[in-house]
T-cell receptor, first 116, second 111 residues
Framework: GAVVSQHPSWVICKSGTSVKIECRSLDFQATTMFWYRQFPKQSLMLMATSNEGSKATYEQGVEKDKFLINHASLTLSTLTVTSAHPEDSSFYIC????????????FGPGTRLTVL | SQQGEEDPQALSIQEGENATMNCSYKTSINNLQWYRQNSGRGLVHLILIRSNEREKHSGRLRVTLDTSKKSSSLLITASRAADTASYFCATDAYNTDKLIFGTGTRLQVFP
């Protein structure tokens, strides 16, 4: 149980375009979803926390107008990278939790974004 | 930055040897977790240790936690080539639902 999927697993896009990444909890309802970014050979950095039906909470230094997060249902959150640029190229990982307790996060397999 | 630090950054060993990775963190915690990440893949949860625990075992994994020193260690015994991966510790900032990840240790196990 507790499977989280991400789609797409990888995407290549041109600079200036927008890219949407989906995160789904397949067998449980996720009240909270988290979005992380990971640059090569670095650790995961939390970008934002989203709760179903409310606005996402962004970490310091993360532009909310650039990284749009929508948590429209208890099984789906989306991250849209707007007007992507090469420096946005990264590995984006989501996690989902059925509670508000940090020790129950389940991670998706990640999405590799390459912006040309 | 609240990010924890891990050492060593990289570790290379032969199959059969033990691998020890250390993690230090900065804030009070409820629990500390260890994750494994194969190159370009998602995270696999390995083990969780709560702040009132000092040691925990799971198969070939042994985790210790010293809250007075704000540090934890992960020991992998009798390592295998398949253990080659990056290992991250993650702490929950006290009374929040966020996970703060350490800088990671890249482990290479040679057959």
């Amino acid at each position: 149980g507790a499977v989280v999927s991400q789609h797409p697993s990888w995407v290549i896009c041109k600079s200036g375009t927008s890219v949407k990444i989906e995160c789904r909890s397949l067998d449980f309802q996720a009240t909270t979803m988290f979005w992380y970014r990971q640059f090569p050979k670095q650790s995961l950095m939390l970008m934002a926390t989203s709760n179903e039906g409310s606005k996402a909470t962004y970490e310091q230094g993360v532009e909310k107008d650039k990284f749009l997060i929508n948590h429209a249902s208890l099984t789906l959150s989306t991250l849209t990278v707007t007007s992507a640029h090469p420096e946005d190229s990264s590995f984006y990982i989501c996690s989902a939790s059925a509670t508000t307790v940090a020790d129950t996060q389940y991670f998706g397999p990640g999405t590799r974004l390459t912006v040309l | 930055s609240q990010q924890g630090e891990e050492d060593p950054q990289a570790l290379s060993i032969q199959e059969g040897e033990n691998a020890t990775m250390n993690c230090s963190y900065k804030t009070s915690i409820n629990n500390l977790q260890w994750y494994r990440q194969n190159s370009g893949r998602g995270l696999v949860h390995l083990i969780l240790i709560r702040s009132n625990e000092r040691e925990k075992h799971s198969g070939r994994l042994r985790v210790t936690l010293d809250t007075s020193k704000k540090s934890s260690s992960l020991l992998i015994t009798a390592s295998r080539a398949a253990d080659t991966a990056s290992y991250f510790c993650a702490t929950d900032a006290y009374n929040t639902d966020k996970l703060i990840f350490g800088t990671g240790t890249r482990l290479q196990v040679f057959p």
